[in-house]
């Protein structure tokens, strides 16, 4: 069946440090694939999306390229802040509109 | 726009007890989304409506849940007999009608169900 498969956390960095969580997907056909975002004490938000190969979403300084060929859906940013720490979901919805979630990556920045 | 609202925000019950969440989805969201998240997992899909149709229902969904969304517009989530395994965060989600792409679904903060 269609899973999402994200690298651990938590991710510890410091200030201005480079970002990269994984996120690897398997699907049949074509999903769109998504990057959300849980801050603490809040609900889930929409931070970038793709709906077909090679697309770039990109929001808030944060990009992830939708690449087919290694099924893959990685989160990058380049100077992350104390404020984007939070806890990072990547999803996909294949046939039906329904998400499917990974298990989530906590991001802690300190100053 | 005051985005996706649910009600109550905190739950706790005792096993055996029924319990009752509300969605509210974004006006002019056709689609609504129940998710089930416990603590260090990401949500699990539930269900969803289209309008007041439930087109889809996870084998998560145990005959001991039900879900109803009358006139297509908010929604009710019911558990009946709770048990502890039931303890989660219960997500709502709405998105609009669909165009080229699949919508982005736009979630509410949750009710936290906690049973004894």
């Known amino acids: 069946g269609n899973s999402v498969t994200q690298m651990e956390g938590p991710v510890t960095l410091s200030e201005e440090a480079f970002l990269t969580i994984n996120c690897t997907y398997t699907?049949?056909?074509?999903?769109?694939l998504f990057w959300y975002v849980q801050y603490p004490g809040e609900g889930l938000q929409l931070l970038l999306k793709a709906t077909k190969a090679d697309d770039k979403g990109s929001n808030k300084g944060f990009e992830a390229t939708y690449r087919k060929e290694t099924t893959s859906f990685h989160l990058e940013k380049g100077s992350v802040q104390v404020s984007d720490s939070a806890v990072y979901f990547c999803a996909l919805s294949a046939h039906t509109d329904k998400l499917i979630f990974g298990t989530g990556t906590r991001l802690q920045v300190f100053p | 726009d005051t985005g996706v609202s649910q009600d109550p925000r905190h739950k706790i019950t005792k096993r055996g007890q029924n319990v009752t969440f509300r969605c509210d989805p974004i006006s002019e969201h056709n689609r609504l989304y129940w998710y089930r998240q416990t603590l260090g997992q990401g949500p699990e899909f539930l269900t969803y409506f289209q309008n007041e149709a439930q087109l889809e229902k996870s084998r998560l969904l145990s005959d001991r849940f039900s879900a109803e969304r009358p006139k297509g517009s908010f929604s009710t989530l019911e558990i009946q007999r709770t048990e502890q395994g039931d303890s989660a965060m219960y997500l709502c989600?709405?998105?609009?009608?669909?165009?080229?792409?699949?919508?982005?679904?736009?979630f509410g903060p949750g009710t936290r169900l906690l049973v004894l």
């Open positions: 699907a049949t056909g074509y999903p769109s």
């Open positions: 989600a709405s998105s609009p009608p669909p165009k080229l792409a699949r919508e982005t679904q736009y």
